[in-house]
């Protein structure tokens, strides 16, 4: 429950993160050095589409899809690496965003397992 909705939630963020990279590029810092020359319009519709198929999956996963959870990792997988190479523009919210990957990462891996206490 808790991978699904911060798969939702993970989605709806970079959804928005896609929307503003595309309608206002000039919120995001440029950085004329950097060695993946990747423009902003660019940044914004890859985040559009990642920040979309991560919502679908959080709400197929809430909806008790088991191939959701293997989805879910990967798509977190490529968040984390999508926000890991966005970290120049907007370094804050990169790696809040990636902390939350890895979060989504742990809980969809670690669902299922019967714990046994001593």
């Known amino acids: 429950m808790l991978a699904g909705t911060l798969l939702v939630l993970a989605g709806l963020w970079g959804f928005f993160v896609g929307i ?3 309608l206002k590029g000039a919120f995001y810092a440029t950085v004329p050095t950097y060695t993946f020359t990747y423009s902003i319009k660019s940044w914004g519709w890859t985040h559009l589409i990642i920040g979309c198929l991560v919502f679908a999956v959080g709400v197929c996963l809430l909806l008790g899809q088991r191939w959701a959870r293997y989805v879910g990792v990967f798509l977190a997988v490529v968040d984390a690496v999508a ?3 966005f970290l ?10 990636i902390a939350i990957d890895v979060f989504i990462i ?10 046994q206490t001593a």
């Open 88 to 97: 120049p523009y907007y370094p804050l919210w990169s790696i809040i965003v």
């Open 106 to 115: 742990w809980a969809l891996l670690a669902a299922g397992r019967n714990r």
């Open 20 to 22: 503003t990279g595309i």
């Open 83 to 85: 926000n890991f190479l």
